[in-house]
């Protein structure tokens, strides 16, 4: 085997043109390769960041029942196992308990149908920046106040002012109503126009005791150290939560998913085109040079020396070609997404203001995860060997006579 595999490199550089110009075409490929796939996963990663940092988080723990039937009868009461494995958990930065409640809000003759959210503001700082968006005003602090914040278009659908009072009035665990008297100290402008439309952010404290609720919560959002340990966390959490289910940000936002996986097809599709190209390059390449050494062959297989071996030198020579193309394209992309970390591709102007307006950062990154140079490098090694597939197979039928009197 390594009196081949010198062969085979002495036998690369013998057209050291060719032999270069599709080594920088391999090189070319996994660059491009490398770099659009990272440029798309930390993209990825950014959005998904954003947005379940906006509110959902990326994971919830909820009644088995709530995700298909929103009610505060599917609530639960989070017990200490739960609680201490979540704080335990080093993948888990924080959690907070939260409450969601449909109810009305009402303001002298204007009343508007409502999404109640009970918070921790102590806790939710940490998981989400629900309160970070706050658009005018400023946020509540306590649990048990009666300051709300609410949607900056549910502030100007109510035509009240920061400041003012509104009353809100919703139906409690045990089937009776519930209202109380608030004041409004401040807006939030999520981008999502839902939440802006209808959203009201009050002390969890005050609405479970509104909503006759004790320390039942309709969810726990947790927050984690990165999106890539999200299966591995979901997955240990699942026996400490028992019966309750864990919903991933997937779960959760089904439309940021399915988008996602779109444009990750479009993504490998240009990559499969690409790689297509380069395919049939080093189709040419190792066809070319099997070809003009037809005489060469023809002389060795006259002298004894057994198919099988030729066609290891020539796949040998392949498998060189590739990975040293490899070696240089991943070193470029390489060099290419960590710049890109460092310096991530800022948005401006009216294309920056279209972003913030649908809750996206204005930006594109780029990833260096190990996992995507190591999925660009095996199929482009598997590709080439492939690739070389046709030229040994007319190697492997050429006859010693017919190769010697080849011209």
């Known amino acids: 085997m390594n009196l081949i595999m010198k062969l085979a490199w002495r036998n690369i550089w013998r057209n050291k043109r060719r032999s270069a110009l599709t080594m920088a075409a391999i090189s070319f490929a996994v660059m491009a390769a490398v770099s659009m796939r990272g440029l798309q996963i930390g993209t990825y990663e950014l959005n998904i960041d954003n947005s379940v940092s906006i509110y ?32 335990t958990n080093p993948h888990i930065i924080a959690f907070s308990r939260r409450i969601n409640a449909d109810g009305l809000i009402s303001s002298g003759e204007n009343t508007f149908g409502a999404m109640l959210t009970g918070i921790q503001p102590d ?24 300051d709300i914040l609410v949607g900056y278009k549910l502030l100007q659908n109510l035509k009240v002012r920061i400041g003012d009072e509104i009353i809100i009035l919703a139906q409690g ?45 309709t969810a726990l ?39 996602i996986a779109l444009d990750n097809i479009s993504g490998i599709l240009f990559l499969l085109i690409l790689f297509l190209i380069v395919a049939f390059g ?58 890109i970390v460092l310096n991530p591709i800022q948005f401006s102007g009216d294309i920056a203001n279209l ?15 190990i996992s995507m140079f190591i999925q660009t490098s095996v199929i482009t090694l598997i590709i080439s060997l ?18 010697i009197r080849y011209t």
């Not at 994971?59 to 599917?74: N, R």
């Not at 492939?386 to 190769?403: D, F, R, T, W």
């Open 386 to 403: 492939l690739s070389a597939i046709y030229p040994c197979v007319k190697l492997y039928k050429l006859e010693p006579l017919k190769g």
């Open 123 to 146: 806790a939710e700082l940490k998981v989400t920046t629900m309160l970070d968006k706050v658009n005018d005003g400023e946020i509540f602090i306590r649990p048990d106040t009666y």
């Open 355 to 369: 972003y913030l307006e649908y809750g996206f950062l204005p930006e594109m990154r780029s990833s260096l995860q």
């Open 282 to 339: 080093i189709i040419n390449t190792i066809l070319m040079s099997v070809i003009e050494r037809f005489n060469e062959f023809g002389v060795n297989l006259a002298i004894g020396m057994p198919h099988y071996k030729l066609v290891l030198v020539v796949f040998a020579e392949t498998v060189l070609i590739t990975i040293t193309a490899l070696a240089f394209g991943n070193i470029l992309g390489f060099a290419i997404n960590y710049y």
């Open 221 to 259: 959002t947790i927050r984690l150290d990165d999106v890539n340990n999200l299966n591995i966390v979901s997955d240990e959490l699942k026996p400490a939560a028992g019966l309750n289910s864990v919903l991933t940000w997937g779960n959760l936002m089904p439309e940021l998913r399915d988008a």
């Open 56 to 87: 959902s988080g990326y994971i919830q723990i909820q009644h088995p029942d709530y995700y298909a039937s929103p009610s505060l009868s599917h609530s639960f009461n989070p017990d200490k196992k739960l609680i201490s494995y979540i704080n």
């Open 173 to 217: 665990l045990d089937g009776s109503m519930g209202n109380d008297r608030f004041r409004i100290t401040g807006t939030i402008k999520t981008g999502a126009e839902e939440f802006d439309a209808y959203g009201v952010l009050v002390g969890i404290e005050t609405l479970q005791e509104m909503l006759y609720m004790h320390n039942r919560v």
